[in-house]
Nanobody, 121 residues
Framework: QVQLVESGGGLVQPGGSLRLSCTIS????????MGWFRQAPGKAREFVAG????????DYADSVKGRFTVSRNKAAATITLQMGALKAEDTAVYYC??????????????WGQGTQVTVSS
């Protein structure tokens, strides 16, 4: 059984930085593509960033390119999202996600419980 446990999140001022982390557990789960989605109030969930199991291939939504960085630590079975130059429109619940080895982080099969990120002065 695959489980995703997130940490990080909170309140930050516009222009600030925040880091989210997620640990995956489950047999062979460290080989899964992983990433992050988010859902703002009244909006649909949207893809934010993803990485293959090596962390070599990464992908970002246009809205966060140049501001967010995703990285993998395979040994620790974790994925981290470093968020910078945060804007009010980044306010959302952020979800850690994973897909089976043959799948894509853009079509996740597994979801974490979500963590709130609020950007406000």
């Amino acid at each position: 059984q695959v489980q995703l446990v997130e940490s990080g999140g909170g309140l930050v001022q516009p222009g600030g930085s925040l880091r989210l982390s997620c640990t995956i557990s489950g047999r062979t789960a460290s080989f899964y593509p992983m990433g992050w989605f988010r859902q703002a109030p009244g909006k649909a969930r949207e893809f934010v960033a993803g990485a293959d199991w090596t962390g070599t291939t990464t992908d970002y939504a246009d809205s966060v390119k140049g501001r967010f960085t995703v990285s993998r630590n395979k040994a620790a079975a974790t994925i981290t999202l470093q968020m910078g130059a945060l804007k009010a429109e980044d306010t959302a619940v952020y979800y850690c996600i994973a897909a089976p080895s043959s799948g894509s982080y853009r079509s996740p099969a597994f979801w974490g419980q979500g963590t709130q990120v609020t950007v406000s002065s």
